[in-house]
Nanobody
Framework: QVQLVESGGDLVQPGGSLRLSCRAS????????MEWYRQAPGKQRELVAR???????TYADSVKGRFTISRDNTKNTVYLQMNSLKPEDTAVYSC???????????????WGQGTQVTVSS
């Protein structure tokens, strides 16, 4: 009923930039908060950034000042602009969205499949 599809992951040199996208599609009534998580090998998944439907944002301390989350509500899409990338940013980045489907009584959290970001020289 709902698909979240991420794109934009790649291999980039330290100091470089990438822009991730995550688009939700399906029988969507409303998309509430959208989030980006990441998980590096051998580490726990961590919340990177969050944006509410109204545009309020929060960030992990490790990415503040370097990453920017934004969204286009007309396209049900969330973006993550990543600048000044470091090797420790290497991880699989996944998005989720709190979505209320058409005809549903309340929202459910859906996840994308993830996209690999590798920062290496």
């Amino acid at each position: 009923q709902v698909q979240l599809v991420e794109s934009g992951g790649d291999l980039v040199q330290p100091g470089g930039s990438l822009r991730l996208s995550c688009r939700a599609s399906g029988s969507i009534f409303t998309v509430y908060a959208m989030e980006w998580y990441r998980q590096a090998p051998g580490k726990q998944r961590e919340l990177v950034a969050r944006i509410t439907k109204g545009g309020s944002t929060t960030y992990a301390d490790s990415v503040k000042g370097r990453f920017t989350i934004s969204r286009d509500n007309t396209k049900n899409t969330v973006y993550l602009q990543m600048n000044s990338l470091k090797p420790e940013d290497t991880a699989v980045y996944s998005c989720n969205a709190n979505i209320r489907l058409i005809g549903a009584p309340g929202p459910i959290i859906y996840w994308g499949q993830g996209t690999q970001v590798t920062v290496s020289s």
